[in-house]
Structures are given as structure tokens and as C-alpha cells.
């Protein structure tokens, strides 16, 4: 399997350093506890596998590089105040290239050959899905921190996910674009390889002709496209004041720059797929102004947050984005999780995850429902100055 090497080799060092942390940290702390004899010459506790597939190269490499790097930073956190269960977690991460099919197997080897208690991905959701009843047939629960399609969770009863939903996604979206920027005939461009688009369309194409909208122009396209100007002109006929987009980064970029060279001048909306800096780095001045929804804002005035921001800029030298911050989020509601159960088997973990109530997460507060997902406010955010800016928050009904 081919793996970025900058990228595995620096994901392998933390590995390493977290668990000597942790190890160390932990064994000092059950030699303090009540019959804590083992922990002599570091062998005190073997660790707890967790499970992390991921794309953390590919087409949406920074989907899996910023979770990758949101659940290091959670997992070193925890083990560097004793661990779970007086045991160190221990991540291994596999790569899925950013290919649908490679998350199956991504996810069977780290439940077959490491053996995981848990799996924590995809972001992408077609990926989680094709992964998500490998984890069910094996009894093992996964968490998703950002699939948002409703299908994934769906799959069984050991299959969660940390955030919203894209029925409320795609709402949230469908009201912006009819309340707030006033707009009667919207176009809709997708992705109709990638469930998370297809799905997000249609639920952002039901809420707004619910409100009176019109939908004047229905395009797709395909993941790896590169080519938009056909769908683009036919948009442009039919004359819309916005042009809701719900893809991922990468063609986002491409779409925004060549609308803007045919002419079009109105607004792109997209959603949660949009975040990624790579958004500004490919789009650079035709994403300016945009609009898109998302689960957390870097530059919210939580102090929660902000700590958090400043956390993880310490340690990576970047602004953490959605995927960072829910990475964490599903790590610490796992490790949460595995405390309660009391053990790591999976029926007991999945209860305990199952039964997570007000988790106070860096992207909000989290209660589990009955259908396993979480319920959870959405953001908008501006594209301004080439950065994203906080634009206002959307409360879950
Ligand atoms: N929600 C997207 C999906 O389900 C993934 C995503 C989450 C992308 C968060 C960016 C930020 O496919």
C-alpha cells in the first residue's frame, strides 16, 4: 500500500512520542495508586488499540490529516493524565488513499490484524458506509467524527457518529439561501459519486422549494472531475441568484474560478465539505464571499474553543478545522465511553457510547440519540480575506 511518506512518518513519530508519554506517565501514576506494583521498567499496562481509517492521502488528503492529527493530540492528552482504565490508548492509523473501496479494507485489516476496540473514520461519508458493516459484523463500535450522511449510521447498532445530520445540514443551508441572502431560483451543482453530495443536494432541494424556492438548474458531476464549464454554462442559462454546491474541496476550487470566468457572479453555497484550506489555496479570490455550513468556527469567541485552537497551534502550526476539532471530540467521547463501560468489549463500549449524555465537546455539547447520531447546532461561515469567518450559528431544532 502506498502511504505519503512525509505524511505516515510524521503520524508515526507522534504515535511513538504519545505513547511514550503515556506510557511513562501513566506507569508513574498507577505507582502511586492503590496496588500499583506493575508498573516497573515500562511494561506496567499492554495498551488499548484504537482503530483510525482515514484518507490521510489522496483526493481529500486534509479530511484525514486534520482528524488524524485531532485525535493524536486527544489520545496523548489522555494518556498523559493516566490513560483509560490504567492503560494507555495506543492509535493506529490506516491510510484509504481517499478511495471508497480502501476504507473496507482499511478498516478489516485494523480490525482483523491489530485487533482495535474501536474504529474511529471515515469523514468522507461513502467511505464510512463502505467500511461501517465491517465494524458491525465484528461487533466492534465505530464512531465517525464528520460523516453527516443519515445512511451511515444506519448500517447497525455499533455505528455512531459525533455530528450533525445532513437533513439539518442541508436545511440549514436552504434557509440561509432563502432568509438571508433573499434568493427565489437557486441551482444546485453535485457530486453524484459521493453520497454525502447526493444526499446533501436533495435535502437543501427539499427544504427550499418547501419555502417557495425554486430550483432552476439541477447539475452533477464527478469526484476527480476537473472540467466543470458545461454544467456551468447550462447553469448560467438558466439565470440563478445562487448556486448551492455540496461538494468537497477539491473540485470546489476549480468550480468557483471557472464560474466566476464565464461570468457568474453569484453565490456559491456549500456545506461541511467545503472546509479545508485548501478551499482558499485552490479557490483563492473566486471563493471570496461565499458561504457554507460547517460544525465548529476556529475564530468563535468560546473560550472552549479558543484554547483548543491554541492547543493545537502549538502543536501543528496550523488552525485546526472541523475535522480537527471533531477528531477530537470522537476520541475523548470514546475514551469517556471506555471508562464508563468499565472494559473494552464491545457490546459493553457500544452501550456506553450509545448512552453519551451532554459531552462537553470542542464543537458543542454532545448527547448520543436513539438513532446514534449526535444533535448538534450548525454554523455558517463567510469566506472573507481569504480566511473563513464565524458568520452565525443555526440552532438544532
Ligand atoms: N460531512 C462530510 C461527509 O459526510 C464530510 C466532512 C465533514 C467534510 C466535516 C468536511 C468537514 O462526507
Redesign the pocket.
Known amino acids: 500500500m502506498h502511504i505519503d511518506k512525509a505524511f505516515s512518518a510524521r503520524g508515526r513519530a507522534a504515535t511513538g512520542l504519545g505513547f511514550v508519554l503515556g506510557v511513562g506517565l501513566g506507569a508513574a501514576l498507577l505507582a502511586c495508586g492503590p496496588g500499583g506494583g506493575e508498573a516497573s521498567g515500562g511494561g506496567a499496562a499492554a495498551p488499548i488499540k484504537i482503530g483510525h481509517f482515514a484518507s490521510l492521502t489522496g483526493d481529500?488528503a486534509t479530511?484525514g490529516q486534520s482528524t488524524d492529527r485531532g485525535i493524536r493530540m486527544a489520545i496523548q492528552e489522555i494518556n498523559g493524565s493516566g490513560g483509560v482504565l490504567g492503560r494507555p490508548l495506543e492509535l493506529i492509523s490506516e491510510d484509504d488513499r481517499s478511495v471508497t473501496e480502501e476504507a473496507r479494507t482499511a478498516a478489516q485489516k485494523l480490525l482483523q490484524r491489530d485487533q482495535v476496540v474501536a474504529l474511529l473514520g471515515e469523514?468522507?461519508?461513502?467511505r464510512?458506509l463502505a467500511a461501517a458493516p465491517e465494524a458491525q459484523r465484528s461487533g466492534v463500535p465505530m464512531i465517525s467524527p464528520?460523516?453527516?450522511?443519515p445512511k451511515?449510521t444506519e448500517v447497525g447498532d455499533y455505528i455512531f457518529r459525533t455530528?450533525f445530520i445532513?437533513p439539518f445540514?442541508g436545511a440549514v443551508m436552504a434557509r440561509f439561501a432563502w432568509g438571508e441572502l433573499k434568493v427565489k431560483r437557486v441551482a444546485i451543482l453535485f457530486d453524484f459519486k459521493?453520497?454525502?453530495?447526493v444526499g446533501l443536494a436533495e435535502f437543501f432541494r427539499k427544504t427550499f422549494k418547501e419555502l417557495g424556492g425554486e430550483v432552476v438548474a439541477d447539475e452533477r458531476y464527478t469526484s476527480g472531475d476537473i472540467e466543470f464549464r458545461a454544467q456551468l454554462t447550462t447553469i448560467r442559462a438558466a439565470n440563478p441568484q445562487a448556486i448551492f454546491v455540496p461538494g468537497?474541496y477539491t473540485e470546489l476550487g476549480l468550480i468557483a474560478k471557472q464560474a466566476r470566468e464565464l461570468g457568474l457572479d453569484v453565490p456559491l453555497l456549500g456545506?461541511?465539505?467545503?472546509?479545508?484550506a485548501k478551499t482558499l489555496e485552490i479557490g483563492g479570490p473566486a471563493v471570496e464571499g461565499y458561504y457554507f455550513s460547517?460544525?465548529y468556527a476556529a475564530d468563535s469567541d468560546s473560550p472552549k474553543v479558543q484554547e483548543f485552537v491554541k492547543r493545537y497551534r502549538d502543536k501543528y502550526g496550523e488552525v485546526p478545522?472541523?475535522?480537527a476539532a471533531?477528531g477530537y471530540d470522537a476520541a475523548g467521547i470514546l475514551a469517556d465511553a471506555m471508562r464508563r463501560a468499565g472494559d473494552t468489549s464491545g457490546p459493553h463500549l457500544r452501550d456506553a457510547i450509545a448512552a453519551t449524555k451532554d459531552y462537553d465537546g470542542v464543537t458543542g455539547r454532545i448527547t448520543i440519540d436513539a438513532q446514534r447520531n449526535a444533535h448538534k447546532d450548525a454554523v455558517v461561515l463567510k469566506i472573507e480575506d481569504g480566511q473563513f469567518h464565524f458568520f452565525r450559528s443555526v440552532t438544532a431544532s
Request: overall charge negative; some cysteine.
Open positions: 481529500t479530511f469523514v468522507a461519508s461513502s464510512s464528520a460523516s453527516t450522511n451511515v455530528c445532513d445540514q459521493q453520497d454525502y453530495s468537497y456545506g461541511d465539505g467545503w472546509d479545508s460547517n460544525h478545522d472541523a475535522m471533531l
